[in-house]
């Protein structure tokens, strides 16, 4: 299958340290990616980098065989290339269906509409319904959502990524912050994406990652150290040096 | 329909009601001073018109006035030098006159964050303020522009001495303006404003700009604030350099501080409370009026950081969920 998203030589220096080195990588239409690496390879930033949220030094990004390096974020996300925070971003003082109406009536270029309202809008209601009822977040819809849990939260970031329809999904860390015992919901949102979007999940619960990931990608220091299944990654000598460096170095540390 | 939205109209219609009935009751109280309402509501247009910037976008201003003054110079000019003296042209005048000065004072504004934002706009009000004086030949400079004098009211009602047929037009044209933005707040874009105010990256990671909204919003807001302008030159039939200063701005922003910021009610809460207020102290103490006016926003802000309007009305939605 032809690939909807690739990165090509994709470079960022923080004050001369390279953050992003040479990373290159191309996804097709249903790839499920993850991408793990110790704390600090640059992992958010590469997220960073391909959103348009930081402009990287030198390398391309492509969507759909576009070339969007030169093109912002708001134009990115209009592309097809969507992402979630490893912090959540959501608006405390709204609800989930008010979250999911503002996403689908952006997508429909309808955010401006200066009239009516999202509850009267039988068609965007009943997507949004749908789809936090998918989520098991139907019964929260029109609580605040500085009022419901993180786990709930975490799903609602979902919840608006998919409501933009993305062709490309960047989830950076969906799980973090939530407590063991809650991971399955989110899991299991996973497991129902789309079956044709591609998705590149930064992930630090290797579980999470096994159960979910086609194709691992591990970065060190800026650099993919590996690019293959998860069979084969934790045998692979590079990543485990890597790990246990990162290990090391965190307890000269601490 | 559902009760939610029946809930919102609900919520509409009693904003009308409470409107109309403060006119009614400011009319009964105050028959000869009708001067003073129709002022209160003008202030009140331009209140509102901040609180869409300021309440529900988060941008900081202290120069919101460029805004009114454009609405009323505009209004003004068109009465004095162009013989346009319909009112309702005048408003449309000053509508006119408010949007182009928000499209302006939006597209600068919006070029910075938090301080250096203030910075500008206190700029921009100091800049149409020595605008406007220098143009004294379209503006009057320091005398003010007069020769304002506008036709009766469809032909049938004049704006005469008493100043009733100005504050009836004030008050009709509050309850459209309010009428409107109520359903301005609660549309798509409404919400969609909201979402910028608290945090504008997560808007543009939904593929939305918050600057094209803002600016959409800044023009919006300078229409309103033009009807204010517009009603206030129809009324006094002068339009003087002090609609555009930086003290009406920040006299606004105090207003709308004390009232309640991020709802329109807070606004006009404001509003009232500090032009009685003001009207009654100064005549009572002119020298300490300043000082009182600094105590009352000093207690407010300390004890109701909600505004006198957002802490009544969170104080009621508490009670109201303890009886669920
Ligand atoms: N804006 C920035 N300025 C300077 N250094 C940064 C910036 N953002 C990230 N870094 C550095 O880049 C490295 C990678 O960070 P990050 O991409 O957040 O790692 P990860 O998500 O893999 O944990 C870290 O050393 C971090 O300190
Ligand atoms: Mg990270």
Redesign the interface.
């Known amino acids: 299958m032809s690939a909807v998203f690739d990165v090509l030589n994709l470079k960022k220096a923080f004050s001369g340290l390279a953050v992003t080195n040479d990373v290159s990588l191309s996804m097709a239409p249903g790839d499920r990616v993850a991408l793990i690496g110790p704390n600090g390879a640059g992992k958010t930033t590469f997220v960073n980098l391909v959103t348009g949220n930081l402009r990287p030094d030198s390398g391309e990004v492509r969507l759909n065989g576009e070339t969007v390096t030169k093109i912002d974020a708001i134009g990115r996300v209009r592309r097809g290339l969507v992402r979630s925070f490893q912090v959540t971003r959501l608006f405390q003082d709204m609800t989930p269906a008010e979250h999911v109406a503002l996403a689908i009536l952006q997508r429909d270029g309808r955010s401006g509409k200066m009239f009516g309202n999202f509850l009267s809008m039988p068609d965007v209601m009943e997507e949004a319904s749908a789809l936090l009822g998918k989520l098991g977040l139907r019964d929260l819809m029109h609580r605040k959502v500085s009022e419901i849990a993180y786990g709930q939260q975490r799903l609602l970031e979902i919840a608006v990524a998919l409501a933009l329809k993305p062709k490309v999904l960047l989830l950076d860390e969906p799980a973090a912050g939530v407590p063991q015992s809650d991971t399955g919901r989110i899991e299991q949102a996973l497991a129902d994406l789309p079956p044709d979007l591609a998705v590149l999940m930064i992930e630090h619960d290797m579980d999470l990652v096994f159960r979910f990931a086609k194709r691992v990608i591990v970065l060190a220091a800026g650099t993919i150290i590996f690019d293959g299944s998860p069979a084969d990654v934790t045998k692979d000598a590079a990543v485990r040096e890597a790990y246990l460096g990162s290990y090391a170095n965190a307890s000269h540390a601490a | 329909?559902?009760a939610?939205?029946n809930r919102?109209i609900g919520r509409d219609l009693i904003g009308i009601g409470a409107i109309v009935v403060a006119a009614t009751i400011g009319y009964l109280l105050f028959p000869d001073n009708l001067a003073l309402l129709t002022r209160i509501i003008a202030i009140g247009l331009l209140v509102l018109s901040l609180d869409l910037v300021t309440g529900y976008c988060g941008v900081a201003t202290l120069g919101h006035a460029a805004l009114f003054g454009s609405g009323a110079y505009a209004a003004g000019i068109a009465a004095a030098h162009y013989g346009i003296t319909d009112p309702l042209l005048m408003t449309f005048a000053g509508i006119l006159g408010g949007a182009l000065a928000g499209l302006i004072c939006g597209v600068v504004i919006l070029r910075a964050h938090g301080l250096p934002q203030l910075v500008l706009s206190i700029s921009l009000i100091y800049l149409f303020h020595e605008f406007a004086n220098k143009a004294s030949s379209w503006t009057g400079g320091s005398d003010g522009l007069s020769g304002i004098s506008p036709d009766p009211l469809f032909g049938t009602f004049e704006f005469d001495l008493w100043g009733q047929t100005a504050y009836v037009f004030g008050v009709v044209l509050l309850l459209a303006v309010f009428t409107l933005l109520r359903?301005?707040v609660?549309?798509?874009?409404?919400?969609?404003c909201?979402?910028i105010k608290?945090?504008p990256?997560?808007i543009?990671?939904?593929?939305?700009?918050p600057k094209v909204?803002l600016i959409?919003m800044y023009v919006i807001s300078g229409a309103v604030a033009g009807v204010g302008g517009a009603l206030n030159a129809i009324s006094t039939q002068v339009v003087g350099l002090d609609s555009l200063s930086f003290t009406q701005s920040a006299e606004s922003l105090v207003m709308l501080v004390l009232g309640g910021t991020g709802s329109l009610f807070g606004a006009l809460t404001g509003t009232i409370v500090f032009m009685l207020f003001e009207d009654y102290v100064s005549a009572a103490n002119p020298f300490h009026w300043l000082t009182m006016v600094g105590a009352l926003l000093i207690a407010v802000v300390l004890f109701a950081p909600k505004g006198l309007y957002g802490t009544a009305a969170a104080f009621i939605a508490r009670r109201r969920e303890k009886r669920t």
């Open positions: 329909m559902t939610r939205q919102s359903l301005l609660r549309s798509p874009f409404g919400m969609l909201r979402g608290e945090d990256l997560r543009m990671a939904m593929g939305a700009s909204a959409k």
